[in-house]
């Protein structure tokens, strides 16, 4: 079983940045490919950014390219999200997950998700 912990959440200015960091322990093996996903209040939980083993591949979002990059460190089993010129907009829950195979960006087949992390941006 894999456990996926987020960390780095908080309150920033519009124009800002900050960094989320999500580490991953227990059966790693399964973590092949590491994604972000958010969920803004009343709103569906979605993609944000997905990456595979070794970076192998990398998918974001239109709404957050050019803004946001996500990498990993496969040797630490971490995975991050570096957001800057956040928006508004960008203010949800930020959950890491992570699944078996090929990236994607549909929510549900990955199989194992972390508890979240709250980012605010204010105007």
């Known amino acids: 079983q894999v456990q996926l912990a987020e960390s780095g959440g908080g309150l920033v200015q519009a124009g800002g940045s900050l960094r989320l960091s999500c580490a991953a322990s227990?059966?790693?093996?399964?973590?092949?490919?590491m994604g972000w996903f958010r969920q803004a209040p009343g709103k569906e939980r979605e993609f944000v950014a997905a990456?595979?083993?070794?970076?192998?591949?990398?998918i974001y979002a239109d709404s957050v390219k050019g803004r946001f990059t996500i990498s990993r460190d496969d040797a630490k089993n971490m995975v991050y999200l570096q957001m800057n010129s956040l928006k508004p907009e960008d203010t949800a829950l930020y959950y890491c997950?992570?699944?078996?195979?090929?990236?994607?960006?549909?929510?549900?087949?990955?199989?194992?998700w972390g508890q979240g992390t709250q980012v605010t941006v204010s105007s």
């Open positions: 997950a992570a699944k078996a195979g090929v990236v994607t960006n549909i929510p549900s087949v990955y199989n194992v």
């Open positions: 990456t595979m083993l070794f970076g192998a591949r990398t």
């Open positions: 227990g059966r790693t093996f399964s973590t092949a490919t």
